[in-house]
Structure formats: C-alpha cells, structure tokens
C-alpha cells in the first residue's frame, strides 16, 4: 500500500513539474512573439516615418531663393515677367529718388546762420555765394529770394513761393510711376488668377469629370500670379510711403527756413 501511494505522489509531483514547464514554455513563447510583433511594428513605422522626415529635411535643405524661384518659373513666364518688370522699374524709381532726396535733405539752421554772416560781413552777393555753393532745394529758393533783394520784400517772397512749388514739383518727380506699379501688379495678379480658373474649368469640362491632376497646374498658376502681384506691390509700397515721410520733411523744413530767411532779409534791410 505504502509502495502504491508512494508511486502517486511521485506521479502527481511529475505531473505538476511537466505542467510548469509548459505554462513555462508557452508565457515565454509568447513572449517572444509579443516582441517579434512590436519588432515588426516599430520596422513599419521606422519605414512610414523615414520618407517625411527625408522630405522634410530636403525640404529644409532647399535655399528660400531657390524656392522663390522655382515657384516664380512654375507661375509662367506671361503675367510673372509683367510682374517682374513692374517691380524692377518700380525699385529703380524708389531708389534714384531716395539718393536724390538724401541729397537734397541740408542742415538749413547752419545755412541760414551762414547766410546772415555773409550778409553782415559781404552783403548780397557774398549770401548768394553761400547758396550757390550748398545742395538742395532750400538754398536754391534763398538764391532766388536774395536775386530779388533789391525789387523789395514783397517781390522777395513772391519768388521764394513760387519757386518753391517747382522744388516741391521736382522733390514729387516720378512718384506717380511707383503709384501706378504698386496698382498694375495686383490687378496683373488677379488677372492671372482668372485666366487660371478658366484653364481649369476648361480642363473639366474637356474631361468631362473633375480631376484633381487635370486642373492643379491651372489652379497653381492662378494662385502663384496672384501672390507674387501682391508681394510686389507691398514691397513697391514700404517705399513709397517712405519716400512720402521724407518729401513731408524737406517741405515742412523748406516753409519753416523761408519764414526765418525773411525775417533775416528784414532785419539786413532795418541795418542800411
């Protein structure tokens, strides 16, 4: 009886050690397979990840200039080289009248402190030296003031009026043209924009069905004419507006000087 119970006890103890084993086996077999899914997923994401962010960094790669310009060549060369042109004859008016205005722009204090020492110490003429040697249309409208000196003051301020709206005229030059890009580019824009939308509903109708592939380079067109009109006449604007501001300046400098260069004539005039 012993020998029997001690055969089941050996039997049971077997059975429960081979049981083990297997739950054993099959957790770590599982295991393994767990990691061999997650392996296989990481890999998937690995190669769905790879591709954006390799064209993300071509993308980064690429110079802003290099993608202005693509885009500009992808726009055509019809409304684009219109554009272009407005923009570069635009920038050649504002920068021509930003030297001649920087040129113009004087200390008129210090000039009209020279101006009076002349007057003391030469008189006319030696003043009109001064203005005859300094820029700018400040000391031309003294010249014109003090060629007048002797017909009498109201004739002197007369001239300084009046020549003073050629100066203003001459200070305004070519700011018209800029004007009229900064206008001309949107429309030449808008324009293309139009021109694009009816390619692509032309395209459709031709297809007969809306095709995405069909009707993008039209659209692309249309969109890209109308951007880079609008950069255009931004950019024409910065300088117009600038060039305003300083033309306001040279005037408002030009009537103050003009009242105080009176009041110098006047007191020369009081001195005989």
């Not at 296989?40 to 994401?45: A, E, F, I, P």
């Not at 990840?49 to 802003?64: A, C, F, G, M, R």
Request: charged fraction near 20%; include cysteine.
């Amino acid at each position: 009886m012993k020998k029997i119970l001690v055969t089941l006890s050996v039997l049971m103890m077997l059975t429960l050690g081979v049981s083990k084993i297997a739950v054993a086996q099959s957790s770590a077999s599982n295991t393994n397979d767990t990691a061999k899914v997650e392996q296989t997923d990481s890999t998937n994401v690995e190669a769905t990840v790879t591709p954006i962010e390799q064209t993300s960094k071509s993308d980064q790669k690429t110079p802003l200039h290099q993608q202005i310009k693509q885009k500009f060549i992808e726009g055509g060369a019809g409304f684009m080289g219109t554009i272009l042109a407005c923009l570069i004859f635009g920038l050649a008016i504002a920068i021509e009248r930003i030297i001649y205005l920087n040129l113009s722009t004087v200390n008129t204090e210090k000039l009209l402190q020279r101006i009076e020492e002349a007057l003391e110490n030469g008189g006319i003429e030696a003043a009109k030296e001064v203005c005859r040697n300094t820029r700018g249309p400040v000391a031309s409208i003294f010249y014109q003031g003090l060629d007048r000196a002797d017909q009498g003051l109201d004739i002197v301020e007369k001239s300084i009026m009046s020549y003073g709206s050629v100066q203003m005229g001459l200070l305004e030059r070519n700011l018209p043209w800029i004007s009229l890009f900064i206008a001309i580019a949107p429309m030449l824009g808008f324009m293309g924009t139009v021109i694009g939308m009816i390619q692509a509903f032309d395209q459709i109708r031709k297809l007969g069905d809306i095709n995405a592939a069909a009707i993008a380079g039209p659209i692309a067109v249309a969109l890209l004419t109308t951007l880079f009109g609008l950069i255009v006449a931004i950019t024409l604007q910065l300088f117009y507006n600038y060039l305003v501001s300083k033309i306001d300046s040279i005037v408002t400098d030009m009537e103050d000087s003009s009242i105080t260069f009176m009041d110098i004539l006047i007191k020369h005039n009081l001195k005989k």
